[in-house]
Structures are given as C-alpha cells and as structure tokens.
C-alpha cells in the first residue's frame, strides 16, 4: 500500500505562483514513477507531469510546459509541482498518483491522493 498525501493548493491571481507537495508512505517510493494529474469542473481527469524515480526524466503537458515543474525528493518521500505563471485555465483539483510503471490512463492508477484545489482569478 502506498498512501499519498497533497498539499500547497489555494487561491491565487492569475500569473502568480503555488507549489504543490505529495507526501507519500507506505512502500517504496523511489522505485515508483510519480505523476501528477488534474480534474477541472466538467472535465475528465488530465495529466500534468510526471517524474522518473531518480527525478532525472521529467514529461509535461503540453498547456503547462515551461511554467510548471515537477521535483521530487526520495530521501523525504516527497513529490513536488511548482506552478508559475498561473492561468485562470489551470483552475483544477490536483492529484498525485503512483504506478510502477507510467501509463497516461488515470483508471490505470491505483494509489491517488486526496487532491488539493487550485483556484487562479482573472
């Protein structure tokens, strides 16, 4: 079992900034590949970014590529998502996931967090 915990979420102006954090527990963290994803209101969950286990391979989104990055720490069992430049568009619930292998079906998933809300005004 591995338990995943986010935080960081808020309210935030569009252009500002947020950093999200996934605590994991449970089994090995460092051997899974890490990914956050993202739900808006009406939408189907999409995914955002994801990490390799060494953290030395990261993938983006295509809408989030050059504003946001994904990190983690293996010592801290801890996954992170800076957002800058934030847009109203990026308003979602964000989630981390873990799989030991990446798949970009989010049904494939079987270890998720809680999720924690951002929301960016206009």
């Known amino acids: 079992q591995v338990q995943l915990v986010e935080s960081g979420g808020g309210l935030v102006q569009a252009g500002g900034s947020l950093r999200l954090s996934c605590a994991a527990s449970?089994?090995?963290?460092?051997?899974?590949?890490m990914v956050w994803f993202r739900q808006a209101p009406g939408k189907e969950r999409e995914f955002v970014a994801r990490?390799?286990?060494?953290?030395?391979?990261?993938y983006y989104a295509d809408s989030v590529k050059g504003r946001f990055t994904v990190s983690r720490d293996n010592a801290k069992n801890t996954l992170y998502l800076q957002m800058n430049s934030l847009k109203p568009e990026d308003t979602a619930v964000y989630y981390c996931?873990?799989?030991?292998?990446?798949?970009?079906?989010?049904?494939?998933?079987?270890?998720w967090g809680q999720g924690t809300q951002v929301t960016v005004s206009s």
């Open positions: 996931a873990a799989r030991g292998m990446y798949s970009p079906n989010p049904d494939d998933y079987t270890y």
């Open positions: 449970g089994r090995t963290f460092s051997n899974a590949v």
């Open positions: 990490c390799s286990w060494a953290g030395t391979m990261t």
